[in-house]
């Protein structure tokens, strides 16, 4: 089993609708979460660390559950420039190093 | 400010060759991280540095990939023999390095590397 699992998609959605992506992580001793985007053949970035609490930014909200190991991203009134891979990261605390998942694959059509 | 760099942004080698890559992490930053991405596949830890600290080299997927860091800046990995599945991005990274749960890794724009 993968450290960190994501459905590749695509996810072939219109403008202005809602999206959610899930992710699953194995490691119960994971302590950070984060969602980083990465544009076709271009870097991962940071969009945004997920708090247990949930967490929103604009037109993102991120969700955390420990119990399930699972972790969200919803991303609302979708916009061309939201096309993009969304990968769902780990951060253990173990080999100083972030567990990426393979990344969910996002297309938004006029 | 200056964001990490890599270079070459392209690598084209024979099989067997030796490649060097290049990363210059962004200025202050005591963490530096190296990962490579296939294609279709996620990204995949190949080792870390961490200020004066032994490097963990836990992701290396043999000996024939190593990595120096001089002078607590410039990155250099190296992988000796190529073959081609090691034919992928090699993507460095760099944080502050002052708490690793927060700290937030910027990428630089990655080097291609195709081994024929």
């Known amino acids: 089993r993968k450290e960190v699992e994501q459905d590749p998609g695509p996810f072939n959605v219109p403008e202005g609708a809602t999206v959610a992506f899930n992710c699953t992580y194995s490691?119960?001793?994971?302590?950070?979460f984060f969602w980083y985007r990465q544009d076709c053949r271009k870097e991962p970035k940071l969009l945004m660390s997920?708090?247990?609490s949930g967490n929103e930014d604009g037109r993102f909200t991120a969700q955390l559950n420990r119990a399930s190991q699972y972790i969200s991203l919803l991303i609302r009134d979708s916009k061309l420039s939201d096309s993009a891979t969304y990968l769902c990261?780990?951060?253990?605390?173990?080999?100083?190093?972030?567990?990426f998942g393979t990344g969910t694959r996002l297309q938004v059509t006029l | 400010g200056a964001g990490v760099s890599q270079s070459p942004s392209n690598k084209v080698t024979e099989k067997g060759k030796d490649v060097e890559l290049r990363c210059d992490p962004i200025?202050?930053?005591?963490?530096l991280y190296w990962y490579r991405q296939s294609l279709g596949q996620g990204l995949e830890f190949l080792i870390y540095?961490?200020?004066?600290?032994?490097?963990?080299k836990s992701g290396l997927p043999s000996d024939r990939f190593s990595a120096e860091r001089t002078g607590g800046s410039v990155s250099t990995l190296t992988i000796q023999r190529t073959q081609q599945e090691d034919s992928a991005v090699y993507l460095c990274?760099?944080?502050?390095?002052?708490?690793?749960?927060?700290?937030?890794?910027?990428f630089g724009p990655g080097t291609r590397l195709t081994v024929l």
């Open positions: 990274a760099s944080s502050l390095g002052q708490g690793r749960s927060t700290d937030t890794q910027y």
């Open positions: 490691n119960s001793a994971s302590q950070s």
């Open positions: 997920v708090y247990s």
């Open positions: 990261v780990v951060y253990t605390g173990t080999a100083s190093k972030l567990t």
């Open positions: 200025s202050g930053h005591t963490a």
């Open positions: 540095f961490q200020g004066n600290s032994a490097p963990d």
